[in-house]
C-alpha cells in the first residue's frame, strides 16, 4: 500500500511524501532500493480533521488493498 502526496492532516507543506507500507514484511528497509507497481487507486488525498481520524481511514484502506491484491 502506498501514499503519494504532501500529507494535508498536519498542516499544509509544498513537500512531497512517499510512505510504503508492505504488508507481511517485518524486515528494516530504509535506505534500501525496493521497486513497486501500482495497481488500484484507493482514493484521493485528503485532509482529515485529527490524525485518529486520519488513522482509522487508513485502517479501511489498508483492508481495501488486502482485498484487491487478493483479487490478483
Known amino acids: ?3 503519494i502526496g ?3 492532516t498536519f498542516g499544509k507543506s509544498a513537500r512531497l511524501s ?3 507500507h508492505l504488508f507481511g514484511v517485518s524486515a528494516c ?3 534500501r532500493d525496493i521497486e513497486i507497481f501500482f495497481v488500484r487507486r484507493i482514493r484521493p488525498d485528503r485532509r ?3 490524525a485518529a481520524g ?3 481511514r487508513i485502517r ?3 483492508l481495501a488493498a488486502k482485498h484487491i ?4
Open 6 to 8: 504532501t500529507r494535508p
Open 1 to 3: 500500500m502506498c501514499y
Open 54 to 56: 486520519l488513522a482509522s
Open 60 to 62: 479501511r484502506d489498508a
Open 29 to 31: 528497509l530504509y535506505d
Open 18 to 20: 512517499v510512505e510504503v
Open 69 to 72: 491484491l487478493s483479487l490478483r
Open 48 to 50: 482529515f480533521p485529527s
